[in-house]
T-cell receptor
Framework: EAGVVQSPRYKIIEKKQPVAFWCNPISGHNTLYWYLQNLGQGPELLIRYENEEAVDDSQLPKDRFSAERLKGVDSTLKIQPAELGDSAVYLC???????????FGPGTRLTVL | AQKVTQAQTEISVVEKEDVTLDCVYETRDTTYYLFWYKQPPSGELVFLIRRNSFDEQNEISGRYSWNFQKSTSSFNFTITASQVVDSAVYFCALLGSGSRLTFGEGTQLTVNP
């Protein structure tokens, strides 16, 4: 069974540029999560989707971050404009729904210059 | 509020040594779930184990074992006869009633040949 797929794996951009990350969850997983992981820290939840609905986005900085999950499968996380402090790893995870185990993708490492 | 503490930031051992990674958690929930994940240099978070708060039975899986003690709010992870391939960052995480997975800061384990 295929795991969570993310692309790109690495992205280098200049500050103030837009950037987007894509995630394809494990087949049949209705719940999708985006996490932010800063260097030397554990992941922190940005947003959780149940199918198409964002049910927990309290940690998403909505002034520059946006996310969508059209058709309840793939998801895209966008940052516009990017700032230096956004350099981090963005992880996507999926599950059958809380409290089921979350399975993570390989992440996208973003560097903002 | 939930909190997970991994007091050991870095551990270095020589191959074949046993090593224990500590995890202490805080929650007011009576039903909760505890997890361990492994993050190798490639960056992907790999699920290792999940326990629920009503099951304090210790578990062994090959060279890995877990000791869950509600009385001390601890969920420690032991690797027996460590190998170089065990080198990674290990995260303990807690899922409570809020459906948000809270991670510790991680323990960097280095196994030297």
């Amino acid at each position: 069974e295929a795991g969570v797929v993310q692309s790109p794996r690495y992205k280098i951009i200049e500050k103030k540029q837009p950037v987007a990350f894509w995630c394809n969850p494990i087949s049949g997983h209705n719940t999708l999560y985006w996490y932010l992981q800063n260097l030397g820290q554990g992941p922190e939840l940005l947003i959780r989707y149940e199918n198409e609905e964002a049910v927990d986005d309290s940690q998403l900085p909505k002034d520059r971050f946006s996310a969508e999950r059209l058709k309840g499968v793939d998801s895209t996380l966008k940052i516009q404009p990017a700032e230096l402090g956004d350099s981090a790893v963005y992880l996507c995870a999926s599950s059958l729904g809380p409290p089921d185990t979350q399975y993570f993708g390989p992440g996208t490492r973003l560097t903002v210059l | 509020a939930q909190k997970v503490t991994q007091a050991q930031t870095e551990i270095s051992v020589v191959e074949k040594e046993d090593v224990t990674l500590d995890c202490v958690y805080e929650t007011r929930d009576t039903t909760y779930y505890l997890f361990w994940y492994k993050q190798p240099p490639s960056g992907e978070l790999v699920f290792l184990i999940r326990r629920n708060s009503f099951d304090e039975q210790n578990e062994i899986s090959g060279r890995y074992s877990w000791n869950f003690q509600k009385s001390t709010s601890s969920f420690n992870f032991t690797i027996t006869a460590s190998q170089v391939v065990d080198s990674a960052v290990y995260f303990c995480a807690l899922l409570g009633s809020g459906s948000r997975l809270t991670f510790g800061e991680g323990t960097q384990l280095t196994v030297n040949p």
